[in-house]
């Protein structure tokens, strides 16, 4: 069975960093797309950016986040990061990381209702 938990979540001041973890596991490391999303209160859940094996890995981000935020994997530990950089109030959300496989797409997507397992969430709260 898929699973994915995320981890990594907790309160920042403005400008600060943050690394979220998600630890996969139920599928092997091929033919697979993990996407990071996010879900402020009232807001619909939206695409952070996405990474693939059909792709030797290239992350893709939404254009909000592209500056500041990178995506990485270690494939020893089946883990995906999301490091976030340069905080602002506005990424305060709920962060979801999220798991399509198989996946045989040419790279990875940020299309919501394309995954099929979502982990639980982190709270990502950025305030001074």
């Known amino acids: 069975q898929v699973q994915v938990v995320e981890s990594g979540g907790g309160l920042v001041q403005p400008g600060g960093s943050l690394r979220l973890s998600c630890a996969a596991s139920?599928?092997?490391?091929?033919?697979?797309?993990i996407g990071w999303f996010r879900q402020a209160p009232g807001e619909l859940r939206e695409g952070v950016g996405c990474i693939s094996s059909n792709d030797d890995g290239f992350a893709h981000y939404t254009h909000s986040v592209k500056d500041g935020f990178t995506i990485s994997g270690d494939n020893g530990k089946n883990t995906v990061y999301l490091q976030m950089n340069s905080l602002k109030a506005e990424d305060t959300a709920v962060y979801y990381c999220a798991v399509r496989y198989p996946w045989y797409g040419s790279s990875c997507t940020m299309d919501v209702y394309e995954y099929t397992s979502w982990g639980q969430g982190t709270q990502v709260t950025v305030s001074s």
């Open positions: 139920g599928f092997t490391l091929d033919y697979y797309t």
